[in-house]
């Protein structure tokens, strides 16, 4: 027979209202009663009806993220961490975690949107990539529906907790380096210009690019769409050029990937005569040949912080901070080494 909860309050001596509000984390129960009823109902075996618990409480029991883009961008290794950092902070919380995708900006989008609102299905969303006007922002204020953001920018503007991810500053280095190499001709491949992460990627690359008094060339900027097959024609046009750049600066690891396999048809030697380097710090990118320098962003733990942002901002528990901020860091290979 299972164990149910009136079978754990009874071996605690407590009442089922206080072994309950303890295993929902509300306040008003202390913490060694609450740690109490954790180590009682992992001694018995104990599982929470969700059933029970969402009449109760009136919620769903579940955390909503869309992914913003196609089905084929599971296969993205980026994605893939941080959804998995997204299942397991939600697994720890015991909330179940909906996942489905779609296009940006799309009517599907929106109509997905609409409908776990409106029919409850999840209690609060995350968002993920920002847009510059980002209508799902207004959507869920509007709403009144909880959310959490991950965001390349200080958005104070945006009325939600955050997880901030300083990609500037990490871009800034980058191109540092790159100049240091002694490269005059740096190219940006970036994402699709409606996002903040290419703003702010590429705020980063004019910053430098100005500090060194190097002017900007609108012809060695091009916009991508963050995958390989995107990286791999961009890549190709720039180092078509009559004067090619000596470096390609690309937006994310997917595009980089793109752009070595050009760099490789065309003879270039890569790392000497052509540098390369990603954004995102995908495993994947120690492998190459030769390895790619990159800026590795830990995907699986923001997945996990933007995930205990949202269950707190959900359950309206007591936090510390409603900004986590995070700083990239530069690794630098064999791709961009003269």
């Known amino acids: 027979m299972p164990v149910t909860i009136r079978d754990l309050a009874r071996h605690l001596n407590l009442s089922i209202t206080t072994v309950s509000r303890a295993l929902d984390g509300y306040t008003d129960v202390s913490e060694e009663t609450r740690q109490r009823v954790i180590a009682a109902a992992r001694e018995l075996g104990y599982e929470p009806s969700y059933a029970a618990r969402q009449l109760r409480r009136r919620q769903a029991g579940a955390l909503g993220y869309i992914l913003p883009s196609g089905p084929s961008q599971f296969s993205d290794p980026y994605s893939v961490h ?178 070595l396999r050009a760099a490789r048809e065309l003879q270039f030697s890569i790392g000497s005569e052509l540098a390369i380097s990603g954004f995102d710090g995908l495993k994947e990118t120690e492998y190459t040949h030769p390895p790619l320098t990159t800026v590795a962003r830990p995907a699986y733990e923001i997945g996990r912080q933007v995930c205990a942002l949202l269950h707190t901002a959900v359950n309206r528990l007591p936090v510390e901070e409603q900004v986590i901020v995070i700083q990239p860091e530069l690794i630098i290979r064999a791709s961009t080494r003269g």
């Open 82 to 259: 941080f959804i998995t950092g997204l299942c397991d902070e939600a697994s720890t919380r015991q909330v179940d975690l909906v996942i489905s995708s779609a296009a940006p900006g799309s009517e599907q989008e929106k109509r997905q949107y609409h409908h776990w609102v409106q029919t409850r299905r999840v209690d609060g969303f995350v968002l993920n990539r920002l847009r510059m006007e980002d209508w799902r922002v207004a959507y869920l204020t509007q709403n009144r529906i909880p959310f959490a953001v991950v965001s390349p920018v200080a958005s104070g503007e945006i009325p939600a907790p955050r997880v901030e991810v300083q990609d500037r500053r990490a871009m800034e280095e980058l191109v540092a380096h790159l100049i240091e190499q002694g490269h005059r001709r740096i190219a940006y491949i970036g994402g699709p210009a409606y996002l903040l992460l290419d703003r702010e990627r590429q705020a980063g690359y004019r910053e430098v690019l100005a500090r060194a008094r190097i002017a900007w060339n609108p012809q060695l900027v091009v916009e991508g769409d963050l995958t390989e097959a995107g990286g791999y024609r961009a890549a190709l046009n720039l180092l078509r050029l009559s004067q090619p750049p000596t470096a390609l600066v690309c937006c994310n690891d997917l595009t980089a990937l793109g752009a």
